[in-house]
C-alpha cells in the first residue's frame, strides 16, 4: 500500500510540476505577445511617419521641379537636388516595402503565438 502511496505522490508532484512549468510558459508567451504587439505599434507609428516623409518628399520634388522651370540659370543645381530627391523617395519607397513586410512578419507571428494561448482554465490541475 505505501508503493501504491508513492505512485500516487509522485505522479501528483509531477502533475503540479507540469502545470507549474504551463503557467511559466504561459507567462513567457504573454510577454512575447506584448512585445510582438508594441512591435507592431512601433511598425506602424513608423509607416505613418514615412508616409508623411513621402508626401512631404513629393512636394519637396514638386517645388525643386517648379523652380527648375523657373530659373534655368541654375539648372545643374536643380537637377542634383532633384535628383537626391528622388532617391530620397526610392528610399522611402523601399523602407515602406519592407516595414510592412516587417508588419507582416510581426502579424504572422502574433497569430502563431495566438496558438498557444490556454483558452479554457477549467482544465488546469490546481
Do not use: C, P, W
Amino acid at each position: 500500500m505505501d508503493k501504491m502511496t508513492n505512485v500516487m505522490e509522485d505522479g501528483l508532484d509531477l502533475a503540479k510540476q507540469q502545470v507549474s512549468a504551463m503557467d511559466a510558459t504561459t507567462v513567457s508567451f504573454q510577454v512575447i505577445d506584448e512585445k510582438v504587439k508594441y512591435i507592431v505599434n512601433q511598425l506602424q507609428q513608423l509607416t505613418q511617419d514615412m508616409n508623411i516623409s513621402q508626401e512631404k518628399s513629393g512636394r519637396v520634388l514638386q517645388s525643386v521641379e517648379n523652380i527648375s522651370a523657373v530659373t534655368q540659370q541654375s539648372a545643374a543645381g536643380s537637377e542634383e537636388i532633384s535628383a537626391s530627391t528622388l532617391e530620397q523617395q526610392q528610399a522611402f519607397d523601399s523602407s515602406r516595402i519592407k516595414v510592412k513586410h516587417l508588419m507582416q512578419i510581426a502579424n504572422e507571428l502574433h497569430s502563431q503565438l495566438e496558438r498557444f494561448k490556454l483558452h479554457d482554465e477549467s482544465t488546469r490541475l490546481n
